[in-house]
């Protein structure tokens, strides 16, 4: 799988928009971009994935640049519960098979009142 | 949906001592992934299942660490014998693969492992 690279930490003030970015610049044509948030004591948590249109859903949008080389989940109005760590993630999908999900290091986001 | 149980939440045992670790998957859902985590290492995927069959084992650690799924509903994970490293969160996943779409894979609320 693609690698990602995530900003280590970041701070957003409750209410605004939190825009978390991803680079992964050796991203195959097949590879999607998948993003997990785990809450502390938690375990992971599915957000949202994309392939090359930009994507949104109850949660968070996922905006993904045309060369497909980066992407930003944007959460629109952060409270103080999506304080998490959150984990870009690229991988394959194929019909009926599974492809590992790999996760780095992910972005500590700390929302702030 | 009661969601991905796992049980127990907390285990502390000394070392020597087996530990079995239990997951109840989503109903319905036909792959399982056993995980674990640890400050050092991160979230880091042992071994997985489809549709009871072990698929890949790759990453479990060593001899020590097995993994059986009996049926559909449920999986153990098996420690034996336990040592100090292997104090870590373990997770159990599920996820539906439904060919043509993508699969989402639906965690557990994990299981603290302490080994003194």
């Known amino acids: 799988d693609a690698k990602t690279t995530q900003p280590t930490s970041m701070d957003c003030a409750e209410g605004r928009a939190a825009n978390l970015p991803c680079n992964h610049s050796?991203?195959?044509?097949?590879?999607?971009v998948y993003w997990y948030r785990q809450i502390h004591s938690q375990g992971p948590q599915y957000i949202i994935h994309?392939?090359?249109n930009n994507e949104t859903n109850e949660m968070a949008s996922l905006i993904i640049t045309e060369d497909r080389k980066s992407s930003t989940l944007i959460l629109p109005h952060a409270t103080l519960r999506d304080t998490a760590v959150y984990y870009c993630?690229?991988?394959?999908?194929?019909?009926?098979?599974?492809?590992?999900?790999?996760f780095g290091k992910g972005t500590k986001l700390s929302v702030k009142p | 949906d009661a969601g991905v149980i796992q049980s127990p939440r907390h285990e502390v045992t000394e070392m020597g001592q087996e530990v079995t670790l239990r997951c109840k998957p989503i109903?319905?859902?036909?792959?399982l992934f056993w995980y674990r985590q640890t400050m050092m290492r991160g979230l880091e995927l042992l071994i997985y299942?489809?549709?009871?069959?072990?698929?890949?084992d790759s990453g479990m650690p060593e001899d020590r660490f097995s993994a059986k799924m009996p049926n559909a509903s449920f999986s153990t994970l098996k420690i034996q014998p336990s040592e100090p490293r292997d104090s870590a969160v373990y997770f159990c996943?599920?996820?539906?693969?439904?060919?043509?779409?993508?699969?989402?894979?639906?965690f557990g609320p994990g299981t603290r492992l302490t080994v003194l």
């Open positions: 109903s319905g859902h036909d792959y």
């Open positions: 050796t991203i195959s044509g097949n590879e999607y």
């Open positions: 996943a599920s996820s539906l693969a439904s060919p043509g779409y993508t699969d989402t894979q639906y």
């Open positions: 994309g392939l090359k």
């Open positions: 299942f489809n549709n009871n069959v072990p698929i890949d």
């Open positions: 993630i690229v991988r394959a999908s194929y019909g009926g098979s599974q492809g590992n999900l790999i």
